[in-house]
Nanobody, 116 residues
Framework: VQLQASGGGLVQAGGSLRLSCAASGSAFSSYAMAWYRQAPGKQRELVAS???????NYADSVKGRFTISRDNARNTGYLQMNSLNAEDTAVYFC???????????WGRGTLVTVSS
């Protein structure tokens, strides 16, 4: 499985971005998917996750502002980010894990910069 994240960029505080994570290969629907981020000088942290049955989970810092979703027909996951602030500036990574086999894959990050 190869993952391609896209959609990052420069946005003003209060703005929105939508990240996409396109997965190659088959059986995408059997994978849970998550978005992580890593800000300069900080550890990578989980932002949001979505199971194969579309159960979602969010970090407290993004609840109510970010929405994770998936389109199994397109083998793609998304992260809609609204009301962005400077603390959201980071490289965002997508990750998938097969819920039965445990295989985990990472995509290259996409940089999100929020200007205040």
């Amino acid at each position: 499985v190869q993952l391609q994240a896209s959609g990052g960029g420069l946005v003003q505080a209060g703005g929105s971005l939508r990240l996409s994570c396109a997965a190659s290969g088959s059986a995408f629907s059997s994978y849970a998917m998550a978005w992580y981020r890593q800000a300069p000088g900080k550890q990578r942290e989980l932002v949001a996750s979505i199971s194969s049955s579309s159960k979602t989970n969010y970090a407290d810092s993004v609840k109510g502002r970010f929405t994770i979703s998936r389109d199994n027909a397109r083998n793609t996951g998304y992260l809609q980010m609204n009301s962005l602030n400077a603390e959201d500036t980071a490289v965002y990574f997508c990750n998938t894990i097969h819920e039965r086999l445990g295989n985990s894959y990472w995509g290259r990050g996409t940089l999100v910069t929020v200007s205040s």
